[in-house]
Structures are given as structure tokens and as C-alpha cells.
């Protein structure tokens, strides 16, 4: 980015700022083929809401697979949706995700909104549309051709595989029992036995990415599932706490062993060293990350969850190049599997707030925010969840919102930067999912008449409008989501909440943050009225449809700051940083300088960390010149709007939510 006239130049601060498939109506199920066949159902009437149960019943019972193991699996494949009978990234269709690439590349409309960020305050290189989908021509890999193998096994057409979401279970039922009896091993009743099948239809060609996905199927049949599907079926998997895989069975497997060397992922994910570089190139300038001392420097607080909005093998020949910036590790959609590029130690180039960068690690998740069904894999979600987990562990960072961000909640860190600031991975990520998997689901925590409230809405049935998905102003198709509108009044018919530091009118466009919250946002409650609860948002009252049946947020506990007494409201930043007096000879102090935003008499925010001012002087390839400063100024972070913001705590008093 330095020495280069098409880029942004560094900040002031020394650096650069880096911006970063309508529902288908459940088609008519085979009849089950052992078995009474179900009761007729009325012409025009949807199907009934347990006949994927029965088709993941029947199967079983006709391919002799354990019905644990062919819902464990489909459950990793596509937590049991259908996606509209769209293609994932890889091909894949139906609640087995059987991939049948070539003909969902035939299908495909290779739009161009992958060559750039959509958003365009990017200062990224061009990538190629879709590059991680494979070519058209020449033969593919046996992971991306499934459906045809299935078709050769069931007798049934690869139409059917495609668009019958019980053809499809049936054919990864077979699919499964072929694994079996290639690998030598019995039909067998019992789950455990069928350990090394379940890692070879992951399709991984590596052994490492295998373990991990049959691992997760297991911790699927051991917990035990249930959800109503994106076609409204109810699918149930009990619990079997007692299984125990034979996970010898992986070693006959014959896949090679993943290179790990070099890299600080838990034992339980697939992870490869792909470094980003430390170099000098051109006029003493030098990328792409900067060499630091974390923990032992400054503590990392923050880990920040983006999505690439561009695929794989390009987000990563960036990430290899000096010139352009640097995150910590990328997750890839189609198995979870990570590629690390900067030692937690040292300070990636990834959230556009230095302050942020500094005191964060960044994680980078192949897919586009407008295409969720396509790139967010629930072996993605685990797999990133395992590696949160681990780092939260090593590092001390509180498993909650205020410290589990996206890059949509990190603030923009002067007045100018606010409108560029990314809005990745969107509201199309599911947070609630992702926090359970986490370990720390989004619960009550206080009475009904808490001053303080959790975000959380039903992800599927939550269903706002957006727009300008694949055409600007065009609907998106509907589809759950994690985030809440608001609005200036108890109306859906009331404006939606301006953002006055965006400058522009609020829209409904997947993109525009203005007048939106999101699952496991903490916010102070400013009224309520019926069905309606109003919050402090961004220093105004902000109102969205809490309705007791079906509820967009829960009572919560905590910490509440309002301005201290006598203060008509005070400043709001983007960054925490020192006091002038705080810089030693040799580090330009930097402006403690208040966004546009203020936060008004007798209103109240939800506080997290109470931090030092802070800010880590790294402006040369020469890492003996680095510094921490920290100085005696403390500040506040609290949940200002849909992104966080910090407040000095001098200017503020803390009162209890009760």
C-alpha cells in the first residue's frame, strides 16, 4: 500500500486504513421405499413438516446406515436446509450437499461484484470472480462430483438429487455405504463403527481436515440437534452421549497428513502456515503487518470476525503480497480448513482502526456477506468457533460482543474514516448459531423489566428487508438474518434511525448499517410501548418490535455509563488513545480527536472494558524503534451504535443495570 499512487496513504497515525441463493416450497418427497407409504396430502397443499424426518428414517433403513450418522452428517453438510435448491460455492445441493460443480457452473451467472470489494473502500488488488469454484472443463476432483456418483448408486436421476430433498438424503445415504464397504467395513447397526466413512465423505484430502469434520459429526450425534429447516421442516437428532468412534479407522484411510508447522491453532481444526511477508520494498517502505511483542507489550482484547468478500486462492495470493494488508488467519468455506499468516505476537493490517489493529486478532472468512448460503458453512462456523475458543483461552478475551466483533461494530477512528468503514460479514451471519458454538449462548440474564436488553431474534424467522443483494435498490431475497431495524418511533411505518456520522439518508440496503442491531448487542432501554421497546442508539431513542411471543431481544444484566453530573452530554471517540502528555521524545503524540457522535444527558450506554489510553508507534521496517504508550487517561468502550465507541471515564459516571 505505501508507495503506491492508487491506494490510500498511511494515516496520520503511520497506517493505512484497510476497509475490507426466493424460499423454495418444499418439492414432494419420494415415498419412503421400505415401509407404509405416508397418507396422501391434499393437491396444492405444503408438504407435511416431518416428511424429511421420515425420508432421513427411510434411508437409513434402506442403505443400512445408522439414521445417528446420516443425520449427523447431513446436519454438517447444511444443518438439514435445502437453500432453495440453490448451489453452494462448490456445487453442492440439497440437505447432503451432494456437489454436481460442472452443472452449477453451467447454471451460474458469473456477475463481477467478487473482483472488488462491493463496498468500494478497499484497497485490495482485483480478484478473480469466484475463484474458488473449479473450471468448467477438464476432469474434477471426486469432492466435487457426489451428485453423479449417487445418481450410479441410487438409480435415481441427478435432476431428482438436485431438487427431491428425500432423493438427495437417499443419495447420501449410499454415498455413505459405499465409503463403508470400500473401506472394508461392515453395515453396521452402530454409529461408532462407521468413523473413517464419515471422515472420507468430508472429501478432505487430507487427514487433519478429515478428523476435524468426522469429530464434528460425532459431536452432533453425541449433543443431538433439532431446527425447523429453511422449507419449514422439523428435523430431530437425540441425543447419544455414549458414542465412542473408532477413530483408528482414519489411519486406513489413506489420506496424507496435513503440514501444521509454524502455526497456533488448536489440535482440533485443520491449519497450514501460509506467512504474510515482513519486507521492505520501494523508498524504506514495508508491509504488510508489524512485528510487536502481544501479550507481553499490550493484551489482546478484541477478536475481529470478516468475511473475504472475495474467494480463496486470491484472498490468499494477496495476503502473500508485502504491498497490500494482512490478517492473522483465513477459514475456508467449503471445510472449515485455516491457513495462519501473522503470529498472534505481531499486529496484522485488518480492521481500519489502528487502535483496533493493535490490540486485536483477525479473522478472515472466504465467502460473500450477500451470498450467506453459498460461503457460510456450518464447517466454517465450527471450525471457527474451535480456533475463537482456543484464542480466547490463551488470551483472557471475554466470549461476549463487546469483544467478539465484526468488522461492521469496529469504529471508524476519526470523523473522515467513519463513512469508508466495512460492514462485513453482514447480517446474514448468525451470531446466536455462532455463540452457541461458542459455548455461551445469548440467554436472560435479569427480569422482564430489566433496563438493559440482549439482542436476540429468531435467526430463521427473522426476516427484514434488504436490498441491493445482487442489484442496487433490488430486494434481496428473503432470508434470516441476526440483525433488528429500528426506527424514530413505535411504527414500522416511522423513519428508520439516521447515522449523522455517515451523512446520508438510512436505507434498507444490505450494506448500510444506519438503523440496525445486531444478536448479542447490549443496549440501555429507553421506553417501551406494547409490543414496541425503544433503546439509546448512536444519541437518540431507537425503537424496534419486541413482540412477548416472539421477542428480538432478552432482559440483560450489566453495566451502564450515563455523563457525569453537570455535563450536558460528552464526546464520543473511535479510538482510545493517550493524553498529549503521555508521549515520550521521539513518538508524534496523536490527536485525541471526538467523532461527531456525543452522548447526551440522561441517556445510558451499555460499558464494557474500562481500558488505558493506549497506541502502538510502529512507522518503520525496524522494529527496535516500536513503542507502546500508554498513558493515565481511561476510557470506557460501550455499545454505542451498531459499531462500539469509547467515551472518557473521566466524562461519565458507571451505574449498575437494575
Known sequence: MRGSATVPQPSPDGRRLRATAGALAAAALVLPLLGAAPPAEPAGAPPAPDRLQRAFAAAAAEYHVPQSVLLGVSYLQSRWDAHAGAPSVTGGYGPMHLTDARTALAGASHHSEGTEDPRGDDARPPLRPREARPPATGALPARLTTLPRAAELTGLSPGELRTDPAANVAGGAALLAAAQREAGEPLSADPADWYGAVARFSGADDSATAAAYANDVYEVIRTGERRTTDAGQRVALDARPDVAPDTAQLARTGLRAAASAGTECPRSVSCEWIPAPYEEFGDGDYGNHDLGNRPASQRIRYIVVHDTEGAWDGVLNMVQDPTYVSWNYTLRSTDGHIAQHVKAEDVAWHAGNWYVNANSVGLEHEGFLAEPDAWYTEAMYRSSARLVKHLARKYGIPLDRQHILGHDNVPGPTTSTVPGMHTDPGPYWDWRHYFRLLGRPFEPTAGPNSPMVTIRPDYA?????????????????????????????????????????????????????????????????????????????????????????????????????????????????????????????????????????????????????????????????????????????????IQYGHRVAYVRAADVTLVPAR
Open 461 to 637: 424467522a427473522n426476516r427484514p428487508e434488504y436490498t441491493g443483494c445482487d442489484t442496487a435498490g433490488e430486494p434481496c431475497a428473503a432470508h434470516g438474518s441476526s440483525e433488528v431495524r429500528l426506527y424514530s418511533d413505535h411504527n414500522v411505518n416511522a423513519p428508520l434511525i439516521k447515522d449523522i456520522g455517515l451523512g446520508s439518508a438510512p436505507t434498507t440496503g444490505v450494506n448500510d448499517l444506519s438503523s440496525r442491531v445486531s444478536t448479542g448487542q447490549q443496549f440501555a432501554v429507553a421506553d417501551r410501548w406494547g409490543d414496541w421497546t425503544a433503546i439509546w442508539y448512536l444519541g437518540q431513542k431507537a425503537w424496534f418490535h419486541n413482540p412477548g411471543r416472539s421477542p428480538a431481544a432478552v432482559p440483560a444484566s450489566g453495566r451502564l455509563i450515563t455523563p457525569r453530573a453537570g455535563l450536558e452530554s460528552v464526546p464520543v471517540y473511535g479510538r482510545a488513545y493517550p493524553e498529549k502528555a503521555a508521549y515520550p521524545a521521539g513518538v508524534p503524540a496523536q490527536a485525541v480527536s471526538p467523532l461527531r457522535y456525543t452522548l447526551p444527558k440522561g441517556q445510558k450506554y451499555v460499558a464494557g472494558d474500562k481500558v488505558p489510553g493506549e497506541y502502538f508507534y510502529a512507522v518503520t521496517f525496524d522494529e527496535a524503534n516500536h513503542r507502546v504508550v500508554t498513558g493515565q487517561d481511561l476510557y470506557y468502550e
